[in-house]
């Protein structure tokens, strides 16, 4: 009888995310995974109840303005029979701070502070973590008695994170110091080894992973490997359904890109790439009409100092007056520009996904992506034989891809045949096939059970 009773009692489903009101990809799968449950309890009548932990700060209407946010920004329309209580810890949201050395240690050991904070004041039966925040799950497991599930983007520390020290490249996380070194190089492995093992054994203790690629899977199938069983792939949710209706034809010389303003997006990488156009196609008239649109969030002050230094950049390189910033606008703005957009950018290296690679492809954008992680293996791959968009590693590559892509104007016959099949292979990560993979692997882990 007890345990009759147990099953039919109200499950209280916790999403640790504490920038929960932010607008990028890993939100959208969040308020999706929102979106699910509530018509799990309306049309299954699972007893569900949602908790969202975030740093936000409280105020009287925060419910209802983010709800509208949600909605404005992602179209995403949540039951109002959906319970939900946001739990505000923005008391402790300095454990986020980013620290200046131990950073992957460190940051991890906050986040562990963080879920803490958290389960102290609401403890729920079933934590799910959409932040790739792994080190919480010993927290909630022991202390807070939660079954625990991750919806996880991108793995903390992978294989190619090691291999990039090793090579001695510089990057955004390994800089000139350490590249140039072999002392510190050689600490930097071990630290990073050390931490994968961590990141390894913590990363198990989940009743079930969901991962947002087949890049993704390699990654964290090898390092969790005794939750090697409870992985699956779930892509994340695309809004392509309503991006299908945008007009594939008259198309103006634009350039776009959509992306969170942060390092790892290497939005310098686009703004070189379209100097380099522009100076080396300078005779093709429709070269020179050319003009790129980048568009995101800033999610704080370094953000809007990042941006910053992109405008300088531009204005170093002579081409302030063809850039311009979209930033921070709801989701009807974001849809203006790509159905008037040509050509789109993506310049993350190992992009664990590429929601907004997706997202163009389905506006009918023919787009150039980082030749690595998700955009190579399971996005910009051939329909049928044929070519979906590009991929590029260097600022030449992006250069010349651009150029094929605008040099004969946005409705020569080659285009428009990438940007009906980029639109039809869009079809695959659709808001529709997320929700059915993410109810369908919820349901059978039993972990509402």
């Given at each position: 009888?007890?345990?009759?009773?147990n099953s039919l009692r109200e499950?209280?489903v916790?999403?640790?995310?504490?920038?929960?009101?932010a607008?990028?990809?890993g939100?959208?799968?969040?308020?999706?995974?929102?979106?699910a449950l509530g018509?799990?309890r309306?049309?299954?009548?699972?007893?569900i109840?949602?908790?969202?932990?975030t740093i936000?700060?409280?105020?009287?209407?925060?419910?209802?303005?983010?709800?509208?946010?949600?909605k404005?920004?992602f179209l995403i329309d949540?039951?109002q029979n959906?319970?939900?209580?946001?739990?505000?810890?923005n008391?402790e949201?300095?454990f986020?701070?980013t620290?200046?050395?131990?950073?992957?240690i460190?940051?991890?050991?906050?986040?562990?502070?963080?879920a803490?904070?958290?389960?102290?004041?609401?403890?729920?039966d079933i934590y799910?973590?959409t932040?790739?925040?792994?080190?919480?799950y010993p927290?909630?497991?022991i202390?807070g008695?939660?079954?625990?599930?991750a919806?996880?983007?991108y793995?903390?520390i992978?294989?190619?994170m090691?291999?990039l020290?090793w090579?001695?490249?510089r990057?955004?996380?390994n800089?000139?110091?350490?590249?140039?070194s072999?002392?510190?190089?050689?600490?930097?492995l071990?630290?990073?080894?050390?931490?994968?093992?961590?990141?390894?054994?913590?990363g198990s203790?989940a009743?079930?992973v969901?991962v947002n690629?087949?890049w993704?899977y390699s990654?964290i199938s090898f390092?969790?490997r005794f939750a090697f069983?409870?992985?699956?792939?779930v892509?994340?949710?695309?809004?392509?359904?309503?991006?299908?209706?945008?007009?594939?034809?008259?198309?103006?010389n634009?350039v776009?890109?959509?992306?969170?303003f942060r390092p790892?997006?290497?939005?310098?990488l686009q703004?070189?790439?379209f100097?380099?156009l522009?100076?080396?196609y300078s005779?093709?008239?429709n070269?020179?009409a050319?003009?790129?649109?980048?568009?995101?969030?800033?999610?704080g002050?370094e953000?809007?100092s990042r941006?910053?230094?992109l405008?300088e950049?531009?204005d170093?390189l002579?081409?302030a007056?063809?850039?311009?910033f979209?930033?921070?606008?709801?989701?009807?703005?974001?849809k203006?520009?790509?159905?008037?957009?040509?050509v789109g950018l993506?310049?993350?290296?190992n992009?664990?996904?590429?929601i907004?690679?997706?997202?163009?492809m389905?506006?009918?954008?023919?787009?150039v992506?980082?030749?690595?992680?998700?955009?190579?293996?399971?996005?910009?791959?051939p329909?049928?034989?044929?070519?979906?968009?590009f991929?590029?590693s260097?600022a030449e590559?992006?250069?010349?891809?651009?150029?094929?892509?605008?040099?004969?104007?946005?409705d020569?016959?080659?285009n428009?045949r990438?940007?009906?099949?980029?639109?039809?292979?869009?079809?695959?990560?659709?808001?529709?096939?997320?929700?059915?993979s993410?109810?369908?692997?919820?349901?059978?882990?039993?972990i509402?059970?």
């Amino acid at each position: 009888m007890s345990s009759t009773n147990n099953s039919l009692r109200e499950k209280v489903v916790a999403f640790f995310h504490p920038h929960c009101s932010a607008g990028g990809g890993g939100e959208r799968v969040l308020w999706k995974a929102v979106e699910a449950l509530g018509d799990m309890r309306d049309d299954a009548g699972l007893p569900i109840s949602v908790v969202i932990y975030t740093i936000d700060t409280p105020h009287e209407n925060y419910k209802e303005d983010i709800l509208q946010h949600v909605k404005s920004r992602f179209l995403i329309d949540i039951s109002q029979n959906l319970p939900i209580l946001f739990v505000h810890l923005n008391t402790e949201s300095h454990f986020l701070d980013t620290p200046r050395r131990l950073t992957l240690i460190m940051e991890s050991i906050g986040t562990m502070r963080l879920a803490w904070a958290a389960i102290r004041k609401v403890t729920p039966d079933i934590y799910i973590d959409t932040t790739g925040c792994a080190f919480t799950y010993p927290i909630v497991r022991i202390f807070g008695g939660c079954r625990v599930a991750a919806y996880v983007h991108y793995p903390t520390i992978s294989r190619d994170m090691l291999a990039l020290v090793w090579e001695r490249r510089r990057t955004y996380n390994n800089d000139v110091q350490v590249a140039t070194s072999s002392l510190t190089t050689y600490m930097k492995l071990v630290y990073y080894t050390v931490f994968a093992f961590l990141y390894g054994a913590v990363g198990s203790m989940a009743n079930l992973v969901m991962v947002n690629s087949s890049w993704t899977y390699s990654h964290i199938s090898f390092l969790w490997r005794f939750a090697f069983s409870r992985i699956h792939v779930v892509f994340p949710p695309c809004d392509t359904k309503s991006l299908e209706y945008l007009s594939l034809s008259n198309r103006e010389n634009i350039v776009v890109s959509i992306g969170q303003f942060r390092p790892e997006k290497d939005h310098a990488l686009q703004i070189e790439s379209f100097a380099h156009l522009l100076a080396k196609y300078s005779d093709i008239q429709n070269i020179m009409a050319v003009k790129l649109v980048l568009i995101g969030s800033c999610r704080g002050e370094e953000d809007e100092s990042r941006v910053q230094q992109l405008r300088e950049l531009s204005d170093r390189l002579g081409i302030a007056s063809r850039v311009e910033f979209v930033i921070n606008q709801p989701y009807p703005v974001l849809k203006e520009w790509f159905g008037r957009a040509s050509v789109g950018l993506h310049t993350m290296w190992n992009e664990h996904f590429g929601i907004g690679v997706v997202e163009m492809m389905a506006a009918g954008i023919i787009v150039v992506a980082h030749n690595s992680g998700g955009p190579k293996a399971d996005i910009l791959t051939p329909l049928n034989g044929e070519k979906t968009g590009f991929l590029a590693s260097t600022a030449e590559e992006y250069c010349e891809a651009m150029f094929i892509a605008l040099c004969n104007g946005p409705d020569h016959e080659a285009n428009m045949r990438i940007r009906f099949l980029a639109r039809e292979s869009a079809k695959r990560f659709s808001d529709e096939v997320f929700e059915t993979s993410f109810k369908r692997t919820i349901i059978s882990s039993n972990i509402l059970r």
